[in-house]
């Protein structure tokens, strides 16, 4: 069975100071990866996407970056946060697009 | 505009009664999905119902493509049913398998 596995669950920040999400996949060889972003009271929107290992896709432009250094992880990172960035931060796969999306249970981020 | 629109925007119903949840797309889909998100904010796919109607359990899905709408029906419902439901589309012709999310039904269920 394929399980998907986000660090940490919940983190507390300070403006300007650096940040690395990470989320693992196992169980699914060569799956496509997405990292999901909701503002607190807002629409979930979709950050990046990867389809495979060293390659990844941005969606929507929010100062943050995203890298997949092995199949099964993914991992979202910034050198300088902004309290813009607070919310809450969804990893998530699928075997394709047009395909079923499975999430993570997510990361919550606060930035005083 | 908004690409998906859910409605309502809210429900409270007494346990036992039947829901009726609602979404629309502006632009042509190849697929959508609904999901149910808890409290804490994770998300649990509920369906994945690119067309047709599809049941478990006490819900049932019904997505008809050409008319770019999709339904959420839950029977009998329970407390625990409580939380968010959202529906979210892939756009035709994309391949980045985005989801364009609604901004959700609230649903209250009171003993």
């Known amino acids: 069975a394929q399980t998907i596995h986000q660090w940490p669950v919940a983190e507390i920040k300070a403006v300007g100071s650096p940040l690395s999400l990470g989320c693992t996949i196992k169980g699914k060889s060569s799956p496509n990866l997405y990292w999901y972003w909701q503002a607190t009271g807002g629409t979930l929107q979709q950050l990046f996407y990867s389809i495979t290992v060293g390659q990844v896709e941005s969606v929507v432009q929010l100062n943050l970056s995203a890298s997949r250094p092995k199949d099964d992880q993914f991992i979202l990172s910034t050198e300088k946060l902004l309290l813009s960035h607070s919310g809450f931060y969804l990893c998530?796969?699928?075997?394709?697009?047009?395909?079923?999306?499975?999430f993570g249970h997510g990361t919550k981020l606060s930035v005083l | 505009g908004q690409q998906v629109q859910q409605s309502p925007t809210s429900l409270v119903l007494q346990e036992g009664e039947n829901a009726e949840l609602q979404c629309n797309f502006s632009?042509?889909?190849?697929?959508m999905q609904w999901f149910y998100q808890r409290p804490g904010g994770s998300l649990v796919s509920v369906f994945y119902?690119?067309?047709g109607t599809k049941q478990s359990g006490r819900l049932t899905s019904t997505t008809v493509i050409k008319e770019r709408r999709s339904s959420l029906h839950i029977s009998s419902s329970q407390i625990t049913d409580s939380g968010t439901y959202l529906c979210?589309?892939?756009?035709?012709?994309?391949?980045?398998?985005?989801?364009?999310f609604g901004d959700g039904t609230v649903l209250t269920v009171k003993p």
């Open positions: 998530a796969w699928s075997l394709g697009s047009n395909e079923r999306l499975f």
């Open positions: 979210a589309m892939e756009r035709s012709h994309t391949n980045t398998g985005k989801l364009t």
């Open positions: 632009t042509s889909l190849n697929s």
């Open positions: 119902n690119p067309s």
